[in-house]
């Protein structure tokens, strides 16, 4: 069975930093491209971040360049979102996801909370 | 970036109706659309990939159609475990953007 779990979230002020993580389970994870999305409260879906399989290849949203790197680790079988300098606007749920695009396995989500 | 738009934004129907929702992209992104179901507290749930595919375990209930700009989403007979929001998603350009989503409840 296919397992993504996300962690790391929590409240952090205005400018701070946080680092998500994504276990990743019941797949080969370094076959495939893996890809944060967020969704702020009570709003819809914007897709963030996607990383390659042999992560050689990172994208971006605009909102997010300079601000977050996504990396991963094959041999743990993790995805990470470093996420700097947040702003309110930052506020969201986050889900790690299977694939580039076409996202087949998401995890739970993760609440984020940038607030002073 | 590629806009979506997704109409309606909220639609109400009694069992067994049959739904369609309509998502269009601000360019043509051939056949790359997919669409995913959101319950309430819930990870989205991937429903339809490439404009048409259902995805594996998904009911034959759900459907989807289009090319080019214009894309239809169909719930044929809907359950009351249908209620839910949906997502078209653009998958043709970076960043790969969503629609605003469709909230479907039982009248």
């Known amino acids: 069975e296919v397992q993504l779990v996300e962690s790391g979230g929590g409240l952090v002020q205005p400018g701070g930093s946080l680092r998500l993580s994504c276990a990743a389970s019941g797949f080969t994870f370094s076959n495939y491209w893996m890809t944060w999305v967020r969704q702020a409260p009570g709003k819809g879906l914007e897709w963030v971040a996607g990383i390659k399989p042999d992560g050689s290849e990172k994208d971006y949203v605009d909102s997010v360049k300079g601000r977050f790197t996504i990396s991963r680790d094959n041999a743990k079988n993790s995805l990470y979102l470093q996420m700097n300098s947040l702003r309110d606007e930052d506020t969201a749920v986050y889900y790690c996801a299977s694939s580039r695009a076409t996202l087949g396995y998401w995890g739970q989500g993760i609440l984020v909370t940038v607030s002073s | 970036d590629i806009q979506m738009t997704q109409s309606p934004s909220s639609l109400s129907a009694s069992v067994e109706d049959r739904v369609t929702i309509t998502c269009q992209a601000s360019q043509d992104i051939s056949n790359c659309l997919n669409w995913y179901q959101q319950k309430p507290g819930k990870a989205p749930k991937l429903l339809i990939y490439?404009?048409?595919n259902l995805q594996t375990g998904v009911p034959s209930r759900f459907s989807g159609s289009g090319s080019g700009t214009d894309f239809t989403f169909t719930i044929s007979s809907l359950q009351p475990e249908d209620i839910a929001t949906y997502y078209c998603q653009q998958c043709d350009n970076l960043p790969f953007t969503f629609g605003p989503g469709t909230r479907v409840d039982i009248k």
């Open positions: 490439d404009a048409s």
